[in-house]
């Protein structure tokens, strides 16, 4: 199998079925509203909210088609080793041609357009995808992506935060902009959260984020600590599964951080519904 159809095999389990670690997160959310349905009108309404997804989910494998109409637009990630010997070219080829493949396999919306103004002319193929590279030690390949819905992507946000706030700033505008999203990204959410570097690099650590298996915290304990705190706080706003109401609002929050200008603390929110479609292949020495 080349890496151009691992990818596109990736691409298109990815569209209809939730990694493990997103299906427990829920499964963990329905168990908890269901636990305060007695008391919690808001309860009752997410625990509906979150049976209807997981008999969506049960549809789509049935049916053996994507699990949300908004198929996402494709946010891949290549990591790419400096002696990988596989050339940057064929590499993007593949990316390319894997992600084709599958918009045409599983049924993929097609919902990108050419430039984001005047013609807004669709492409009708659901591509270009969005890739950003980075070369890392060694001599391998792994590509990610995220099928990104633009419901919660409409949501995300960026704040230049004063330097001297420290943590108290950070919770604070992650939970604001998660209050001001409410029910539009199709909650309960994932949140990913990008500290440091610039505006725009901070945006793409808060998409990384995302990337990252929900049961793994961030390896620097006074960041995980702030995960949880950030998590805390936005089950504090009681938007509830579909904006309804109820006890979780996120799913989980991971954060991750880089080194930033001394004049600096930017912050960039990702929002991600509950559909947190992910794609993962690692280059074995295949063709591409």
Known sequence: ?????????????????????????????????????????????????????????????KQGLPMCQDTGMFLVFVDIGRACPLGLG???????????AAVDRASFRRSVVEEPVYDRANTGRNLPPVIWW???????????VLLKGFGSENCSSVRMLNPTGGEQAVIQAVQEIVRNA????????FVGVGLGGTMDRASYLSKRALLRDVRISNPDQRYAQLEESITEQLQHLSIGSGG?????????????QESTHIAGLPLAVSINC????KAHVVWEGEDA
Request: aromatic share 2%; charged share 25%.
């Open 182 to 189: 409410g029910g539009k990204p199709c909650p309960p959410i």
């Open 90 to 100: 064929a590499v993007e080829r593949a990316v390319l041609d894997g992600c084709a």
């Open 244 to 256: 309804l109401g109820g006890a979780i609002t996120a799913l989980h929050v991971a954060v991750e």
């Open 134 to 144: 980075n070369v890392v030690a060694g001599d391998g390949l792994e590509i990610q």
């Open 1 to 61: 199998m080349t890496l151009t159809e691992k990818l596109a095999d990736a691409l298109v389990h990815a569209a209809r079925y939730l990694d493990e670690d997103v299906l427990e997160r829920i499964h963990w959310a329905l168990d908890q509203e269901r636990a305060l349905a007695d008391a919690s009108v808001g309860s009752r309404a997410s625990s509906a909210v979150l049976e209807a997804i997981l008999a969506n989910l049960q549809e789509a494998d």
């Open 274 to 277: 509950w559909a947190d479609r």
